[in-house]
């Protein structure tokens, strides 16, 4: 089953130019490495050359995972999203049972970053919050047991 990826056009691009960074400056510098790590002689028992194969490895693996998430991707209009209830694009004020009040963008799961407040769909807060409006109260199942939070506001 192809999993398709959703993205703002910003997300998109943000990942259009990863891409283009790692193919070109990032190869670049792995073959360097590699190149360098072999001219210490005996690979067998060279750690440098080990160490540049794996980040070569781990690059590629990279590339071809923005590459199928590009290739899946679902752009949406974040100018067309309704406030009326929570979707993915919505940003949306929460309080917990403390009276914390908490904003997140929901995104898709490429686009997550909980330091910048972007939260998955597939996340338990996020996908809790899809679908209900302002006012009601949603329940989140974590591991340290059920949260509870209000929604305050949904805006773009």
């Given at each position: 089953?192809?999993q398709e990826t959703?993205?703002?056009?910003?997300?998109?691009?943000?990942?259009?130019?990863?891409?283009?960074?790692?193919?070109?400056?990032?190869?670049?510098?792995?073959?360097?490495?590699?190149?360098?790590?072999?001219?210490?002689?005996?690979?067998?028992?060279n750690s440098e050359?080990?160490?540049?194969?794996?980040?070569?490895?781990?690059?590629?693996?990279?590339?071809?995972?923005?590459?199928?998430?590009?290739?899946?991707?679902?752009?949406?209009?974040?100018?067309?999203?309704?406030?009326?209830?929570?979707?993915?694009?919505?940003?949306?004020?929460?309080?917990?049972?403390?009276?914390?009040?908490?904003?997140?963008?929901?995104?898709?799961?490429?686009?997550?970053?909980?330091?910048?407040?972007?939260?998955s769909d597939e996340?338990?807060?996020?996908?809790?919050?899809?679908?209900?409006?302002?006012?009601?109260?949603?329940?989140?199942?974590?591991?340290?047991?059920?949260?509870?939070?209000?929604?305050?506001?949904?805006?773009?």
């Open positions: 089953m192809i959703l993205l703002t056009a910003e997300g998109l691009k943000q990942l259009q130019d990863e891409l283009e960074q790692l193919k070109t400056v990032g190869r670049k510098e792995a073959a360097e490495k590699i190149k360098v790590a072999r001219s210490y002689g005996d690979l067998s028992e050359y080990d160490e540049a194969m794996s980040d070569q490895a781990k690059l590629e693996a990279r590339i071809s995972e923005i590459e199928n998430m590009i290739k899946n991707a679902k752009v949406y209009d974040e100018a067309s999203l309704g406030t009326e209830v929570v979707h993915i694009g919505s940003k949306v004020t929460i309080t917990n049972s403390k009276k914390q009040k908490l904003e997140y963008k929901i995104v898709g799961f490429a686009q997550a970053n909980p330091r910048e407040g972007k939260i996340c338990p807060v996020g996908r809790a919050l899809l679908g209900h409006k302002v006012g009601d109260k949603v329940v989140v199942e974590a591991p340290a047991g059920a949260m509870t939070y209000k929604i305050t506001a949904i805006s773009k």
